[in-house]
C-alpha cells in the first residue's frame, strides 16, 4: 500500500498532462526557430554561427536553471515557478520581435524564452514523478513527450505563420500565447502529496549523487549527445533548403524529428517496464550516431533525410522519457528535483557547444559535410559514456533501495531476467 495514499490519483495525471501541454507549447514554438533561420540571416545580415547563438544561448539557460528551480520546486512546488515562466516566456518572445540588432536578439530572446521554459521544465517533471509510485514511468512519459508533439503540432503551424506574417508577427503572436498557456497550466500545477523538502535536503541528495560514478557517466554522456543532437535541430531546415527542398517540405522534417520523439518517449517508457531502463537508455544513445550517418549520405534524398530525423527523434526523445526514471531508480525520489537539476546542465552545456561550433564549422568551409562527421563521433562518444552502466543490469552494484523497489516496481533499473 502507498504511503501517501493521494499518489496516482486523478489530480496526479491532471499535473502530468498539463506537463505535456506546456511542453507541446513551449518546444513548438521554440523548435520553430528553425524555420525563421532564412529570414534572421537575412534581415540582421549574419553567419550561421552568430544566429546559431540564439538557440544555444537559449537551450543552455533553460537547462543550467534548472539548477536553481529544481530545489525550489522541491521546496515550494511548482504552481510559483510555472506562473513566474509566464512573464519570462511571454515577454522574451514579444520583446525579441522588437530587436534591431542580433546582440540585443541572443540577449533578450536567451533571456526571456531559457528562462521561461527553465522556470518549469524541472519543477513540473518532479512533481509528476513525485505525484505517482506504480505508475511513474508512464506518467514521465506522458509529461515528456509534449516536446515531441510540439515539434509535431505546433512547427508546421508556426512555419506557415513565420512564411506569411513574418518572423516578427509570429513571435509577437507566440509570445502572447505563451502568457495564456502558462497561466493554465499553473492553475493546475497542483503540489504532490509527499512531503515538500527544505532546500537543504535538496542540496544533501545532489552532495551524494555527485559522490557516485553513475550521476557522472549519466552527466558526460548527455553532454556529447547534446554537444550533437542541437546541430540538425538549428541546421536541418536551413540544409534542405540548400540541397533545393521547398520550405514547408524542409520545415516538416523536424515534424518527422517529433514524430520519432513521440515514438520513442511513449514507447520506449512502456518497454522499460519490461526489459529495465538502462538497457534502453543504452539502446537510445546507440541509435543517433546511426542516425547522423544517415544524414551524411542523404544529400537531396528527402526520403533518407526523414529517415534520418525520425531515427534520431526515437533516440534523443526515447533517453529524454526515461532518464528522469532513470536518476529516481538510482539515487532515489527525495531531492529529485535539485538531482535531475543538476543533470540536465549537461544538456545546457552541450547546447552551447555544439550549434555555434557547427555553425563556424559550415560558414568555415561552405559545407555540412564536417559538422555531420563531428556529429557522428561525438555521439559515439555519448554512447562509450554510458555504455559501462550496463553493469547494473547484471546487479553487480544495486542501484536501488529496498523501500524503492516495493514502492515502485516500475522504476526498475534491471531486466526482469535478473530480478
Not at 527553465?118 to 512519459?141: D, I, M, Q
Not at 527542398?245 to 515534424?255: H, K, N, P, R, V
Request: net charge positive.
Amino acid at each position: 500500500m502507498s504511503e501517501y495514499p493521494e499518489t496516482d490519483s486523478a489530480r496526479g495525471w491532471v499535473v502530468a498532462f498539463a506537463g505535456c501541454a506546456i511542453n507541446t507549447w513551449t518546444f513548438g514554438v521554440f523548435y520553430a526557430f528553425a524555420t525563421a533561420l532564412e529570414q534572421m540571416l537575412a534581415e540582421f545580415d549574419a553567419n550561421l554561427s552568430g544566429i546559431a547563438a540564439f538557440f544555444s544561448v537559449t537551450v543552455f539557460l533553460f537547462f543550467a536553471v534548472g539548477i536553481i528551480a529544481g530545489p525550489l520546486a522541491d521546496r515550494y512546488g511548482p504552481r510559483r515557478l510555472v506562473a513566474v515562466g509566464a512573464v519570462f516566456m511571454g515577454g522574451g518572445l514579444w520583446l525579441t520581435a522588437q530587436v534591431q540588432s542580433l546582440a540585443a536578439g541572443i540577449l533578450v530572446y536567451g533571456l526571456g524564452v531559457g528562462l521561461g521554459i527553465g522556470s518549469y521544465l524541472v519543477p513540473l517533471n518532479a512533481a509528476t514523478g513525485a505525484w505517482f509510485e506504480k505508475h511513474r514511468t508512464l506518467a514521465l512519459g506522458v509529461n515528456t513527450v509534449g516536446i515531441g508533439l510540439g515539434t509535431l503540432i505546433l512547427v508546421p503551424v508556426a512555419e506557415w505563420l513565420i512564411r506569411t506574417a513574418g518572423w516578427r508577427s509570429a513571435f509577437e503572436a507566440m509570445g502572447i500565447g505563451s502568457v495564456l498557456v502558462f497561466a493554465l497550466v499553473a492553475l493546475v500545477s497542483f503540489k504532490p502529496p509527499t512531503p515538500l523538502a527544505p532546500l537543504s535536503v535538496s542540496i544533501s541528495a545532489v552532495k551524494r549523487a555527485v559522490r557516485r560514478s553513475e550521476f557522472w557517466r549519466l552527466y558526460f554522456a548527455g553532454f556529447f549527445m547534446s554537444v550533437a543532437l542541437f546541430i540538425p535541430f538549428v541546421f536541418v531546415v536551413q540544409y534542405a533548403k540548400e540541397q533545393g527542398i521547398s520550405s514547408s517540405s524542409a520545415a516538416f522534417l523536424i515534424t518527422s524529428l517529433g514524430v520519432g520523439s513521440v515514438l520513442g518517449r511513449l514507447g520506449l517508457g512502456v518497454v522499460g517496464i519490461r526489459v529495465g531502463v538502462l538497457p534502453l537508455i543504452i539502446m537510445c544513445f546507440a541509435i543517433q550516431p546511426l542516425s547522423y550517418v544517415i544524414w551524411l549520405v542523404a544529400g537531396s534524398n528527402y526520403i533518407l533525410l526523414l529517415l534520418f530525423a525520425a531515427l534520431l527523434g526515437v533516440g534523443y526523445g526515447g533517453f529524454v522519457a526515461l532518464s528522469p526514471v532513470a536518476v529516481v531508480g538510482i539515487f532515489g525520489l527525495e531531492g529529485f528535483g535539485g538531482v535531475l537539476g543538476v543533470q540536465y546542465t549537461s544538456a545546457g552545456l552541450g547546447a552551447l557547444v555544439g550549434p555555434i561550433g557547427a555553425g563556424a564549422i559550415i560558414d568555415a568551409t561552405g559545407s555540412y559535410t564536417v559538422a555531420i562527421v563531428g556529429a557522428i563521433f561525438i555521439s559515439l562518444v555519448a554512447t562509450f559514456s554510458v555504455l559501462p552502466l550496463w553493469h547494473l543490469d547484471r546487479g553487480s552494484e544495486p542501484p536501488i533501495t529496498r523501500r524503492a523497489l516495493l514502492s515502485e516496481p516500475s522504476v526498475w533499473l534491471v531486466s526482469p531476467r535478473t530480478r
